[in-house]
């Protein structure tokens, strides 16, 4: 009787572990991710060359990505809706993983697994990757959304080793977790009900070592006592 009360307390808990996280519908409309690598400072539509992902985090947590114009090499102007990432030529190098995880971000999960909630985009430049439970969230709950992309000829675990060699993310937004599959929260596209924008994916610019700059500091004094003595 003990062993059966054990084991029904165990499939309990393991059907609770299932039901009890959120369901998200990580799918966006066309033309939500624009390619700025190829040429930088120009944005097309991206055509299955950018990969995704999705962070998420409670709604009180302070998007580390937000600052516009001092993030990442944000455009000296606003950009559209906050999203730092529209219109650059270039962004500074960093680690976004890192970033939003010390803010209290979490890179997005399936329940149960080790999958990443993300992929590559298709040709209409869109996210597809469709309905899910996303790990570590309650069902029928707001948190606050980060999609981060970046070229997909880096590879798909580029976002987490920091080796990509172009990155974008959207604006945050707050998207409220399904209970079912069937419920409307969790069958929302994040693009739909004006969360997630369109933004780009540029490329990581070139900072000059201190080494290098002090070479130059160093070549141009020369050049001038040369002019003098001439």
Avoid: C
């Avoid at 059907?15 to 066309?30: E, I, K, P, R």
């Avoid at 606003?78 to 960093?94: D, F, R």
């Avoid at 309650?138 to 990509?164: C, E, L, P």
């Amino acid at each position: 009787m003990k062993k059966q009360l054990v084991i029904i307390a165990a499939l309990a808990t393991t059907a609770a572990s299932v039901f009890g996280q959120g369901w998200v519908t990580l799918s966006t409309s066309t033309h939500k991710f624009y390619n700025e690598f190829t040429t930088p400072g120009v944005g097309i539509y991206g055509n299955a060359n950018i990969d995704y992902a999705l962070f998420w985090a409670p709604t009180s947590a302070t998007d580390p990505l937000l600052a516009v114009g001092t993030e990442f090499g944000a455009a000296a102007s606003t950009p559209s809706k906050q999203v730092a990432t529209n219109a650059v030529a270039s962004i500074q190098g960093s680690s976004l993983d890192a970033t939003l995880t010390a803010a209290g971000f979490t890179l997005g999960l399936v329940n149960g697994s080790s999958t990443v909630a993300g992929g590559t985009i298709t040709a209409a430049a869109s996210a597809g990757f469709g309905q899910f439970q996303l790990g570590g969230t309650t069902a029928g709950s707001s948190y606050q959304f980060v999609v981060v992309a970046w070229d997909a000829a880096s590879g798909a675990a580029a976002i987490q080793n920091g080796s990509y060699a172009a990155i974008g993310w959207s604006n945050p937004f707050t998207y409220i977790t399904g209970a079912n599959a069937s419920d409307p929260n969790g069958t929302a596209a994040i693009t739909s009900a004006g969360m997630m924008n369109a933004f780009g994916v540029a490329p990581i610019a070139v900072v000059p070592e201190p080494a290098t700059l002090a070479l130059a500091g160093l070549s141009g004094a020369s050049l001038l006592l040369f002019r003098r003595r001439k």
